[in-house]
């Protein structure tokens, strides 16, 4: 994932979903907080984000809303407490 020194209030990731976990802690520094994550196709391609989805489960300050809509879409709202550790 290329370097980028904004920060942004809203992320569509639809790409190689094994890179997702690697990508997280940079995905999170670039989310501001009150910012959404938008993973595509999420119950099309559950079994391949089975870790990144319990990544996100185990980072503090992360929601996130499964919407069956097409292939679903994974929302994950970044709250203001959220934090890597």
């Not at 989310?31 to 938008?38: D, F, I, N, S």
């Not at 089975?50 to 992360?62: C, E, N, Q, R």
Request: net charge negative; proline share 5%; aromatic share 10%.
């Amino acid at each position: 994932m290329p370097t980028c020194a904004s920060t942004f209030d809203f992320i569509l990731l639809d790409a190689d979903r094994a890179q997702y976990v690697g990508w997280w802690p940079q995905l999170f520094s670039l989310l501001k907080h009150g910012g959404l994550l938008v993973v595509d196709n999420a119950l099309s391609h559950q079994d391949e984000l089975k870790s990144f989805a319990a990544l996100l489960a185990s980072t503090p300050g992360i929601e996130t809303v499964l919407v069956p809509i097409g292939k679903s879409e994974l929302l994950v709202w970044k709250g203001s407490a959220a934090k890597i550790e």
